[in-house]
């Protein structure tokens, strides 16, 4: 039983190894990627491998609680110590092999956040490179010395504007 556990970690351990090997593959050789896809084929492999691991523990507590019947039965038929504890042992293992795939799982998941935080900041540069090309192009659009020059003008009048009204008020006082 432990040797089939075993193999089921190795078939895993070599499962994520070909998916990074694939990975690497397509980075150094191949097709050239675009960042969007190569951050899309990530995630996807590692959703697919927390999904694996998911598949894994469920398959491992079922054979905690096969082995826990087992030696509940073993000792009521025939009360053996030595049968008992090597089973026990079994039960201890696998209750370890559940504890490493579940830190393994977070792992993953966290890469998966991180990959995700990633792919976040990228949509932002590209949103904040928009926009600076946007205000670039109304910099460029926008005529500066009209500007300046109309906005004097516009001071100038407002001056004589204000002059009038107080000479207004002056006369229309002294009358």
Known sequence: KLQ?????ILHLFHFIAGRITHTMSFLFGGKQKTP???????????????REMDREVVKLQAQEKKLMIEIKKSMKESPQLAVAQIKA????RTRNMISKFTIMKSHMQSISLRLQTVKSTQAMQE???????????MNAQTDLQGLNKILNDFQKENDIMLTKQVWRSFLHFLL
């Not at 926009?131 to 192009?137: E, F, S």
């Open 127 to 137: 949103a904040m490179k928009g926009a600076a090309k946007a205000m670039a192009r």
């Open 4 to 8: 089939a556990q075993e193999k089921r």
């Open 36 to 50: 969007e896809e190569l951050l899309k084929e990530h995630k996807r492999s590692i959703d697919r491998s927390v």
């Open 89 to 92: 042992k079994d039960v201890v």
